[in-house]
Nanobody
Framework: QVQLVESGGCLVQPGGSLRLSCAAS????????LGWYRQCPGKQRELVAS???????VYGDAMEVRFTIYRNNIMTTVYLQHNTRKPEDTAVYYC??????????????????WGQGTEVTVFS
């Protein structure tokens, strides 16, 4: 399994940029995708962006305009650059890791791990 810890959330004004970070630990060798999701107040969790081991990225609807996802080479840290913040970006941002590993009995396992979330509040 993989453990994820997010950081960088805060109370900010509109405009400018903000970077969120997520550190992965545990079975990180098996990680093949890291991503960021968010849950705005009263809404369902949605994809912001994800990135794979080969650098391919996927962005949620209308997310690519103001968000950029990138990672370190060994897939243990993923970042979300948030540009031109708006009040509707207020949300809890969650880190996600997907991958596979072999357990202690050599059984193939997959995982889909989540962090606890980091809160971003954009106020005007």
């Amino acid at each position: 399994q993989v453990q994820l810890v997010e950081s960088g959330g805060c109370l900010v004004q509109p405009g400018g940029s903000l970077r969120l970070s997520c550190a992965a630990s545990g079975e990180t060798v098996g990680v093949h995708a890291l991503g960021w999701y968010r849950q705005c107040p009263g809404k369902q969790r949605e994809l912001v962006a994800s990135i794979t081991t080969d650098g391919s990225t996927v962005y949620g609807d209308a997310m690519e305009v103001r968000f950029t996802i990138y990672r370190n080479n060994i897939m243990t840290t993923v970042y979300l650059q948030h540009n031109t913040r708006k009040p509707e970006d207020t949300a809890v941002y969650y880190c996600n890791a997907q991958g596979q590993y072999y357990d202690s009995r050599s059984m193939f396992r997959t995982f889909d791990s989540w962090g606890q979330g980091t809160e971003v509040t954009v106020f005007s």
